[in-house]
């Protein structure tokens, strides 16, 4: 009966691992280039809106490819803030996406007038 129960134990444990580590539900790639984000997987659509669901755990990852510019990623109304990158670096932040539906702006922060975009939480 204790070897049943410790399995059933290591079981429900097992389970649990994956949403107790913070691995992100979902990772968003952007790529910096010509003073725009692009989805990676989308390099025609300039500042994309990105969609996630409340609730979610979001990775974005910026690559920045804008040679003698220095870019971040920023969504200002959730306090997410990417540290700076130079031309070649990439950066990543992890965030929770809120409860609530909603729309979001997210930007660079030095480049923040032409470099926006937003983020729909569904």
């Known amino acids: 009966m204790k070897a049943i129960g410790a399995m059933a134990l290591i079981m429900?444990?097992?389970?649990?691992?994956?949403?107790?580590s913070g691995t992100p539900n979902r990772e968003i790639v952007l790529v910096?280039?010509?003073?725009?984000?692009?989805l990676e997987s989308d390099p025609l659509t300039p500042n994309p809106t990105l969609e996630?669901?409340?609730g979610e755990?979001?990775?974005?990852?910026?690559?920045?490819?804008?040679?003698?510019?220095?870019?971040?990623?920023?969504?200002?109304?959730?306090?997410?803030?990417m540290n700076p990158m130079r031309w070649s670096e990439?950066?990543?932040v992890v965030f929770v996406a809120p409860d609530a539906p909603g729309?979001?702006?997210?930007?660079?922060g030095p480049?923040?007038?032409i470099m926006r975009g937003t983020i729909r939480v569904y």
């Open 12 to 20: 429900v444990f097992a389970t649990l691992i994956p949403a107790l």
């Open 32 to 38: 910096v280039k010509g003073m725009s984000f692009y």
């Open 52 to 54: 996630v669901k409340a």
């Open 57 to 81: 755990r979001v990775r974005v990852v910026v690559h920045n490819q804008d040679r003698g510019m220095t870019h971040n990623f920023a969504v200002p109304a959730l306090d997410v803030d």
């Open 90 to 92: 990439s950066g990543d």
């Open 103 to 108: 729309t979001y702006e997210y930007v660079c």
């Open 111 to 113: 480049h923040q007038l």
